[in-house]
């Protein structure tokens, strides 16, 4: 099946476009917002130790499963779940990565709607401080009114709806193009600015220097593994649908390094931006979820030239959401794009329904704040059930898939791995990865 174009006939103009898409996919709010309060809450240099090696043994090997995956079908993350000598059955596991992206989008784009919010606050001067409000004043007020979160999620879906329309090539791979490199010339701009801060030794030390006590916690690993999987964007079909875009002749092994360094690294420097202003103004790095909406604006308020650190932080966090919500948005598409829908029509009508089931997300801290499901409120309860629930069921159908329902030959020869090489990544996916996705499912199941 190599060799041939997808079956609606877009495909990547460059090997560059594709990796900054890819990135652009891994790359969102969970590099910087999500990956800060994790390491904060799990010891910081021991959580980043735990954190990297899990990228490199438990998400690499995934993340190449899927490209491969991909790359070998030719066509849409349903359909790559298909064998001459396995059942059709295996088809529902293609249809399940694409409910997960559904429901990870929904909510995502709630979130993404909070960062907006933040940014444009930040450029006309309206931040909570700013107006005389504290922080947790500006953040509950906002996110309890029963208008705004609303009318944020909507221009962030649409934003979003707007990219994915433009298509494969015009949109998706034309704002990576101009907005990856952007991000990161803008990352390594605060990691600079924090560094020149007083305390900046300190908070480097938290992000570098393991306390080794910290690896006794069981919880550190658990943590490290969720992180891992959730921040390279795999179980949830993208990576497969971006690699059905892809040329007959891509080194799927290289690309894969690539975006886990790339992803990686984001991360780090994230860090690197942020720790060290936490510990030059006496902030607690394991402030949690909290971290970008209140405890930094705190901290943005007592710094020197801070209205434009927030600027460029709201502006880069919402950048980066942007290319994550695309990717999202473009896996159902795919599917319907290859049954026939056209592009406009797809993105609009799943954009739209994307919107309306998050709609409850986004007045969950409202209206709808008594609402409880299994002891949490509606987002956090979407995000447990698709993203700690769905997530790791994805990504062990794929694992499965891969590395027992194709054919040896095949799964290894799909990878453009020398033979040896090609054996040890099966070996990893079929049991180390296999086992690492269990663990996070059984450990969320208990929770």
Same mark, same amino acid.
């Given at each position: ?5 997808? *079956?609606?006939?877009?495909i990547w103009s460059s090997r560059a476009g594709f990796i900054l898409a890819a990135l652009g996919c891994a790359i969102g709010i969970g590099n910087v917002w999500r990956f800060a309060y994790v390491a904060g809450d799990n010891g910081g240099g021991a959580f980043l ?23 070998? %079908? ?11 000598? @396995? +059942?059709?059955?295996?088809? @529902? ?13 929904? &909510? &995502? ?5 909070w960062v907006c919010k933040y940014f444009v606050d930040y450029v006309i001067g309206a931040y909570p401080t700013a107006s005389g409000s504290t922080p947790e004043e500006g953040f509950r007020a906002f996110v309890s009114d029963p208008l705004q979160p609303l009318l944020?999620? $909507? ?38 600015? %924090?560094?020149?801060?007083? /305390? ?20 550190? &690993? ?12 795999? #179980? ?5 649908? &971006?690699? +059905? ?24 420097? %994230? ?35 801070? $209205? ?11 950048? *980066?959401?942007?290319? +994550?919500?695309? +990717? ?37 801290? #409202? ?6 499901? /299994? ?21 062990? $159908? ?12 095949? *799964?290894?020869? *799909? ?5 040896? %090489? ?26």
């Open positions: 099946m190599r060799g041939t174009k997808p *079956a609606d006939g877009e130790l735990v954190y990297v090696a899990c990228v490199v043994l438990i998400g690499l090997p995934l993340l190449l499963a899927e490209l491969a995956l991909g790359s070998r %079908a030719r066509a849409d993350v349903v359909r790559a779940f298909s064998n001459p000598h @396995a +059942s059709r059955a295996w088809q @529902a596991a293609g249809a399940l990565a694409v409910l997960v992206a559904f429901l990870i989008l929904s &909510y &995502y784009a709630v979130i993404a709607g944020w999620h $909507a221009l962030f879906m649409a934003a979003t709806a707007g990219v994915v329309t433009a298509g494969v090539e015009k949109g998706i791979e034309r704002a990576s193009r101009v907005l990856m490199p952007l991000l990161a010339v803008l990352i390594l701009l605060l990691a600079g600015y %924090a560094l020149s801060l007083p /305390g900046a030794a300190r908070g480097l030390a938290f992000l570098f220097v393991p306390d080794w006590s910290a690896l006794a916690a069981p919880g550190i &690993y658990l943590a490290a593994l969720g992180q891992a999987f959730f921040s390279i964007g795999v #179980g949830m079909g993208v990576m497969i649908t &971006y690699g +059905s875009y892809l040329r007959s002749n891509e080194r799927l092994a290289a690309s894969a390094g690539m975006i886990a360094a790339g992803d990686t690294l984001f991360a780090i420097v %994230a860090g690197m931006a942020i720790f060290p202003i936490v510990f030059s103004f006496g902030m607690d790095p394991a402030s949690g979820p909290a971290l970008a909406f209140i405890t930094l604006p705190k901290v943005f308020a007592l710094m020197p030239g801070g $209205a434009w650190f927030g600027l460029a932080f709201f502006f880069l966090l919402s950048a *980066a959401a942007l290319t +994550s919500a695309v +990717s999202l948005l473009e896996v159902p598409v795919a599917v319907a794009r290859n049954r026939g829908w056209p592009r406009a029509g797809a993105t609009a009508l799943i954009a739209g329904c994307a919107f309306l089931a998050g709609v409850p997300s986004a007045l969950g801290t #409202g209206p709808l704040a008594d609402v409880r499901i /299994g002891g949490r409120g509606i987002l956090e309860a979407v995000d447990f059930f698709a993203a700690e629930l769905l997530l790791p069921v994805a990504g062990i $159908a794929v694992v499965l898939f891969v590395g027992w329902g194709l054919p040896r030959g095949e *799964a290894l020869g *799909a990878t453009g791995l020398p033979p040896r %090489a090609a054996r040890s990544w099966l070996a990893a996916l079929r049991y180390l990865v296999l086992t690492a996705l269990l663990v996070i499912l059984g450990a969320a199941a208990l929770r």
